[in-house]
């Protein structure tokens, strides 16, 4: 191999190693999620936002980074990424507070988005076409080991150091990904890039955030309240100002007329769909493990396995399956798993034990491993070559925003469902607060008062805030399976346009 050939792979080290660690942070946390509760006195809505922070910031850029990555250098663009990643992790570990992880967690997000959309195009630059296969398999590889890997190192972190332990492991990582971009990358740019829309970008996410909000606020407040709906009101005004923007604007941030083939739209729908139904699976389940059935957190990550491996075993049957039946059929065969296994987790009792969760998780994941490949795939067939990037990370960019809403949306319903249900009668004002504020706070109420009765009402209450977000989830899917069947032409009526091929190797990558 020659110096330039093992430079390209030295290259592809560097951004597999970052790629690894952006993925492990993202579901690690999840198990995290009761113990930031307990010891960073954080309510339901604080780990709503300290979820979604990181996934709306990382959402509302991905575009934007990689049209400033083309326009002003993509290894300046990567290498600032890095660095803020770098630093928001370096944060993380040190506030104590959390208004200051939400803080941490929207400085990650943003070094987040340059990363995720850079490294692709710095892999299309420094790699020949004849190696791209070869180097494109390592990147997917690196950004689907965070699943499985996530939760299981993030628990064991929280089982032997302090909770700032899962940001810990991304300073290392980060800084020798830094140096070695610095070193080895080369500067690359395009010529013809546009400026980026950044009137768009501020109108977009800031009705998104504020949609946000007032999904995480409504619960505690009420839809009465005005700053619920004024700033709600607010976030759908900026929303409809974005999209008359961007029908006027000669390069905008987003081309809507992508959404007017139905192929696009159809496989965007339910692939948003079912993100917004895992992620608020995501935000529930860890708490479900360690509040109610006592388990740690690395048990809990432990716990995840049989969604994460049902996911993964269904996933190489995708491809197979779009080819044989179409994209349309595969999604609907797809919602029907994940549809059942969300009912029968809607089941659960304070008294059930892990075998039921464990066998709902499984049916859920095998699903969800069938709708992404074909979403993307009948997504991605719409475009033509030239539209491959620009397409695809709009689905990125709606799938990531689905989730982001998934965790405020199913998260403000099991906290809606638990304080409704559970019973703070002949508590002291104080101590009911705290119960009724989150589960972590019902468990240490309850064990400082050796209450029993009490901790059987909170794990009840929980477990019926819980069954509440996974009806709803099924619902969502519902919906996801009624629009593929709606929007997606039948097999044959409808040929791909440009890219069939390109697309069905890109999904099976």
């Known amino acids: 191999m020659t110096s330039l050939g093992r430079r390209r792979w ?68 990567l290498l600032a990424g890095l660095a803020l990643f770098l630093a928001g992790s370096l944060l993380a570990t040190l506030v104590s507070s959390p208004a200051g992880l939400i803080t941490a967690r929207t400085l990650m997000g943003v ?43 993030g628990g064991y972190l929280l089982d032997h150091f302090w909770w700032g332990s899962i940001f810990l492991i991304n300073i290392p990582v980060s800084a020798v990904a830094l140096v070695l971009g610095l070193i080895l990358i080369p500067e690359s740019r395009s010529s013809s890039a546009p400026r980026p ?4 970008l501020l109108l977009s996410t800031g009705g998104l955030v504020a949609l946000v909000y007032g999904t995480i606020q409504e619960d505690e407040y009420g839809w009465s309240s005005p700053g619920v709906w004024g700033v709600m009101a607010a976030g759908a005004i900026m929303l409809v100002a974005f999209v008359a923007w961007t029908r006027r604007v000669v390069h905008p941030l987003v081309d809507l007329r992508l959404f007017a083939d139905r192929r696009f739209t159809g496989g965007v729908l339910p692939a948003t769909l079912l993100t917004f139904a895992m992620f608020g699976v995501l935000f529930v389940v860890p708490q479900y493990f360690q509040a109610v059935l006592g388990t ?14 049902g996911l993964i075993a269904s996933s190489r049957l995708g491809a197979p399956l779009v080819t044989r039946i179409g994209p349309r059929l595969t999604i609907v065969a797809g919602t029907l798993p994940v549809i059942a296994g969300m009912l029968l987790g809607a089941t659960t009792t304070a008294a059930s034990g892990y075998g039921l969760a464990a066998a709902w998780l499984t049916v859920a994941g095998l699903g969800m491993g069938l709708i992404l490949p074909a979403s993307m795939n009948a997504a991605m067939s719409a475009l033509s070559a030239e539209q491959a990037g620009v397409g695809s990370a709009v689905l990125m960019t709606v799938r990531l925003v689905g989730g982001a809403f998934g965790a405020a949306v199913l998260g403000s319903l099991l906290s809606s469902g638990y304080r409704g249900r559970v019973d703070v009668t002949g508590l002291p004002p104080a101590a009911a607060h705290t119960v009724r504020d989150r589960v972590g706070g019902g468990i240490a109420v309850a064990g400082r008062l050796h209450e029993a009765r009490l901790l059987h009402a909170v794990r009840a209450a929980f477990t019926h805030g819980m069954d509440l977000t996974l009806l709803a989830g099924a619902g969502i899917m519902v919906i996801a399976a009624l629009l593929a ?9 409808d040929e791909p346009a440009g890219n069939g091929q390109s697309t069905h190797e890109y999904v099976s990558a």
């Open 10 to 77: 030295w290259v592809l080290g560097a951004l597999v190693v970052i790629l690894l660690a952006v993925g492990l942070d993202l579901t690690a946390l999840n198990v995290a999620l009761p113990t930031l509760s307990a010891q960073l006195d954080a309510g339901t809505s604080a780990l709503q936002w300290i979820v979604a922070s990181y996934t709306l910031v990382s959402a509302t850029l991905l575009i934007p980074a990689g049209l400033i990555g083309d326009r002003y250098g993509r290894k300046m663009t």
């Open 111 to 153: 070094g987040s988005a340059a990363i995720t959309t850079l490294a692709m195009s710095v892999l299309l630059v420094v790699f020949p076409p004849e190696e791209r296969p070869k180097a494109l398999g390592a990147w997917a590889a690196a950004s689907f080991l965070g699943l499985p890997l996530g939760p299981i190192i």
């Open 296 to 309: 740690t957190p690395m048990g809990s990550g432990l716990r995840l396995l049989p969604l994460i491996g």
């Open 485 to 493: 069947l709606i929007l997606l032409p039948r097999r044959g009526a």
């Open 197 to 200: 829309d950044f009137a768009g």
